[in-house]
């Protein structure tokens, strides 16, 4: 298994669906997350979990909640999303402190109908 | 507040050029890391190389290169002979140094979509 494994790579949605992005790491690191890239915008941090605790929520609407049961798995529960949540969702692990670089997954383009 | 500026937003080149990506970078710590990724079409960021804040060594890496100016806040990355291959988008990205507990926090640039045509 390579690095960083996300399913599904594309899922199609309606807004009143429940799905759930997974993303699973096999680089024995300890620190997970979550962003969301949109067209013609910068990378956005959602989340940031450290030795399975979340540490980071950066503004995001509650209709995305974020789960990590453990150092390897990595879930994003979504919930009655809006258009503009359509999106690439990458996953990414590093370990713990500033000069590890992340390692990150190719991702699930989410389209929100 | 952490800043990564690539003021170009798009590039392209004919194939064997050399081309450079600015990275242009605001942080009020004295320790720091930068990055470069790629991002080709299929979605993956890629990692290539991390600079400490306290190394202004410059790297080569078989056509690629990095020159890092502290003076200047800058960490420009070098495609010497490009190639149809090199085309993605590149982002160049910041992180504090020596945190531990909270993750590694990335502030990256808004990238640079370099097209290397035939």
């Known amino acids: 298994e390579t690095g960083v494994t996300q399913t599904p790579r594309h899922l199609v949605m309606g807004m009143t669906n429940k799905k759930s992005l997974k993303c699973e790491q096999h680089l024995g690191h300890n620190a997970m997350y979550w962003y969301k890239q949109s067209a013609k915008k910068p990378l956005e941090l959602m989340f940031v979990y450290s030795l399975e605790e979340r540490v980071e929520n950066n503004s995001v609407p509650s209709r995305f909640s974020p789960e990590c049961p453990n150092s390897s798995h990595l879930f994003l529960h979504l919930h009655t999303l809006q258009p503009e949540d359509s999106a690439l969702y990458l996953c990414?692990?590093?370990?713990?402190?500033?000069?590890?670089?992340?390692?990150f997954g190719d991702g699930t383009r989410l389209s929100i109908l | 507040a952490q800043k990564v500026t690539q003021a170009q937003t798009e590039i392209s080149v004919v194939e064997k050029e050399d081309v450079t990506l600015d990275c242009v970078y605001e942080?009020?710590?004295?320790?720091?890391?930068l990055f470069w990724y790629k991002q080709p079409p299929s979605g993956e960021l890629v990692f290539l190389i991390r600079r400490n804040s306290f190394d202004e060594q410059n790297e080569i890496s078989g056509r690629y290169s990095w020159n890092f100016q502290k003076s200047t806040s800058s960490f420009n990355f070098t495609i010497t002979a490009s190639q149809v291959v090199d085309s993605a988008v590149y982002f160049c990205a910041l992180s504090e140094g020596g945190l531990t507990g909270g993750g590694n926090k990335l502030t990256f640039g808004t990238g640079t979509q370099l097209k290397v045509e035939l």
């Open positions: 990414a692990s590093s370990q713990e402190g500033g000069r590890q670089p992340q390692h």
């Open positions: 942080t009020r710590d004295t320790t720091y890391y």
